[in-house]
């Protein structure tokens, strides 16, 4: 199956701070989804991006999908941007979402 | 708010035992997905289900079973529990279960096996 690597596996920033978390993936394919896992344990959508560059607010994301990695971008974080980041791809084969291992972010005021 | 139900929050029970998870998909969503996170597997899908059909199964072991009711609410059954069964497990619904649809997920269901 698909491999999803996610790095770094850890991350601590100083409130306001950028940084960029990237997910690289084995195959081509058909979703790509950017999560944050708060500290409640919910996950929380924060794009849907097979390809090219989506922005939410602080957050923005891109996938190149011929050279098979995304990136999430946060900007000017905030305590509350902390909890683990999950990248999810879905192959063309299958009808179901791999994850990556997560990047856990803190960010200290 | 994503849209999807998960009853109960948290689930306490022992070994041996048998417990039922809820999901409710968000209206008008046909396709439910129940994934697995543990400590030492992350996060793994088990099962898929679309209007009522299984579609693709994941890891899931012969002691869960999951189904998907007219009502397209679904359900996952997990038997014989084992301490190792103790996790978060989350549904997530979509509009059709076309690979290219958005996965949206409820706040799950922690289950802690004593």
Redesign the interface.
Known sequence: GIQVEQSPPDLILQEGANSTLRCNFSDSV??L?W?HQNPW?????LF?I?SGTKQNGRLSATTVATERYSLLYISSSQTTDSGVY?C?V???A??????G??TRVLVKP | D?GVTQTPKHLITATGQRVTLRCSPRSGDLSV?W?QQSLDQ????LI?YYNGEE??K?NILERFSAQQFPDLHSELNLSSLELGDSA?Y?C?SSIE?????????G??T?LTVL
């Open positions: 058909n979703n989804q999560f344990g919910q996950l929380i959508n849907y097979p999950f999810a879905g192959e063309a299958g009808n179901k979402l791999t994850f291992g997560g | 994503s997905y994934y992350g996060l793994q899908f898929h579609r693709a994941g978060l989350f997530a279960g076309h690979i290219t649809d958005t996965q949206y997920f706040p799950g922690r």
